[in-house]
C-alpha cells in the first residue's frame, strides 16, 4: 500500500536525505526542513520503499504537506 | 411481619434497571464495540466500590391492578465510588436507553448527577454516550411550543470547573450537549474508532449540503489533533486507566491540596547525558521527551494533549513525591516556537496548575512566537497574549529551567506571576528580545550599506554580538540567578518542589476556570 509522509511543519525543504527506490526503516530521517533558523528532521513513521518525492530541495512546504510516497 | 416484601419489590425493580435497554438494544451496542455503561463503571473504579444513586429511577408501567409490569430505567447511571482508593462521584450514560439523550427523561436525576460531586467536594467522572440535550423535535408537538434553549443546572455544571476536577470520556457519538459535557473537563480522552463528537451530527450535516461520515465528522484523530480534547486512545479501557492517572496527581477539590505520593526515586539522582543533550550546532534539534522523563520521578510522567499544539508538551509528573504541572519546549516542532494552538494548549496546562495549585516546571527552548504568514492568519498574537496572561495572572510556585533558547515576546512565558519564582540555566542556553540574525539587518542597515563589502561587514557585526550571548554574561549582571551544571537538574527540581509545596493556596481560582 502506498502512503505518504507528510511534513509535520511548515518551513523549507532543504534536504532530501533518501532517493527513491531507497528502502528505510520506521524512523529513519527522510528529509529536513528549516524553520525558525532550526533544521528539523523529518522521519518515517512505518517502513517501507520511497516510491517517488514529491518536492523538490528549496521549495517552500505547508503544514501537512505531501514529501513523498512509501511503499510497502 | 417485616418490611421483606416491600424490600423484595426493590430487589425486582434493581434487577429490572440492570437490564438497561433490553438484550436486543445491548447486543447492538456491544456489536459496536462499546462497553454498556455498568461494564463501563465498573472498569473504571475500584473494585465493588460503586454505590449506586436513584438505581430504580425509571420509566415504570403498572398493569390495572396497581403491578409494576416493567421499568425501563433512567439512560443515567450515577453513583459514589473509589478510585485508587479516594472517593469520587461517576456518572455514565446509557446509550441503550433512548441513544443516551440527555433531554429530560428525568431531568432531577441528571441535574443531581451533574451537581452532587460539586456539593460534595469530590472529583466527577463522566462516561458520555449520549446526543444532545434537545432530545427529539417530536418532542416539541407533545410540548405544543418551543422553548428558549436552558440547560437547569448549566452554571452548576461550569462552575463545578472551578471547584473539583472533573474527567469526561467521550465514548460513543456525543453531539450537542454530549459534546460539550465532554469539552465542560479538566481531561478529556475520546476512544479511536467507537467515539466521535461534533456540535450536530452528519445527518443535520447533510442538509448544509456536506455528505460525510461520522468518523469523518468528529473522530478522535481530528480532535485530537484541534485541542477539542485532550487524548485519544486506542481502547475504552485504556481511557479508564488515563481517567485514573489523570486524577491521582489532584485534590480531591480546589479546597484541598495535592497529596504528596511515595517516591522511591533519589531527589539527588544526576543524569550524565544531560551534559551533552543540547547540540551545540544551535541549528540541530535534539528529543525534549527523555529529559523530562529523566528529570521527574521514575514513572511518574503523565503527558497530556501529545497530538496537538505540539511545539509545547504539557502533562504531569512528581518531584520527590510533590505533583507537579510541566511545560516543555518541542524543538521539533518549528523548533519550539509558540503557535496559535500551543499558546492555546499551555494556557490550559497553567489554568490546570493555578486552579488545582500544582507548582509549575518550564523547561525552556522558545526561539519566539512562530512568524509568517500562516502564523498570522492563525491569529498566533492574539492566543500567544492570552497564554502569556495566563502564566502571568498565575500564582503557583514556579520554576524554569533554561535549556536554550528564550527570545521575543514568547520568551516571556519564561516566568509566572508569583513572587516565588526561580530560573536556572544551563550552559547551553542563549536569549534575548531579538535573535541576533534577523536583527543585525534592521539596527545597522545604514553601515552594513555603506561598507565597501557590505555581507563581510554584516558577518563581522554578528559575529561581534554573538560574542556577548554567552549566558554567563547575563549573570554576571545577575539577569539569571544561577547556571547550574544540567546534569545536576533534578536535585534542583526536587528541592523547588519542597520548597514550594507549602506556598501551594487551596481555595477557588480568582477567575472561573474556562474549559
Known sequence: ?72 | MSWKPELDELERRRRLALELGGPDKVARHRGQGKLTVRERIAGLVDEGSFEEVGSVAGFPEYDAEGNLTSLTPANIVCGRARIDGRPVFVTGDDFTVRGGANDGGLRDKFAYAETWARRWRLPLVRLVDGTGGGGSVKHLETLGRTYLPDVPVFTEVLDALSEVPIVALGLGSVAGMGAARVCASHYSVMVRGTSQLFAAGPPVVARTGQTVTKEELGGSTIHARNGTIDDEVETEAEAFARARRFLSYLPASVRELAARGPSSDPPERTAEELISVIPRDARRVYKMRPIVETLVDAGSWLEIGKAWGKSVITGLARLDGWPVAILASDPYHYGGAWTADASRKAIRMVDLAQTFQLPVVHLVDIPGFLIGKEAEASGVMRFGTQALAAVRNSTVPWCAIMVRKAFGMAGLSQRNGSPAFLRYAWPSAQWGSLPIAGGVEAAYRAQIEAAPDPAAARAEIETRLEALQSPLRTAEAFGVEEIIDPRLTRSYLCRFANLAAPLRQPGRPRFGYRP
Open chain 1, 1 to 72: 500500500m502506498a502512503r505518504n509522509i507528510t511534513s509535520p511543519l511548515a518551513g523549507q525543504l532543504i534536504a532530501r536525505l533518501v532517493h527513491e527506490g531507497d528502502t528505510v526503516a520506521a524512523d529513519t530521517e527522510i528529509a529536513i526542513v528549516e524553520s525558525m533558523k532550526m533544521h528539523i528532521p523529518v522521519s518515517a513513521e512505518q517502513a517501507g520503499r520511497i516510491a517517488r518525492w514529491l518536492v523538490a530541495e528549496k521549495s517552500t512546504v505547508a503544514e501537512g504537506e505531501a514529501l513523498l510516497v512509501l511503499e510497502d
